[in-house]
């Protein structure tokens, strides 16, 4: 199976893909900045949980986070 790259990524969630990606997982809220760790922790969940759904790499986790 092969793995879309970032940019591939982004063009699939905004219009489509030739590649045929029909499965969109719920992006992750966006960080505020709040700092209680009940809030981070639910985010940084979130956000595990959409990298591993949409298989983005590790070396393109951080620019989408």
Do not use: C
């Not at 590649?19 to 719920?26: C, H, L, S």
């Not at 700092?35 to 790499?57: C, L, N, P, S």
């Amino acid at each position: 199976m092969n793995r879309l790259d970032f940019s591939e990524l982004v063009a699939a969630f905004k219009g489509g893909s030739s590649k045929g990606v029909g499965f969109q997982p719920t992006k992750p809220s966006n960080f505020d900045g709040i700092r209680d760790q009940k809030v981070v922790d639910v985010w940084f969940v979130e956000m595990e949980d959409y990298i591993h759904a949409t298989k983005v790499g590790l070396h393109s986790a951080v620019e989408l986070a």
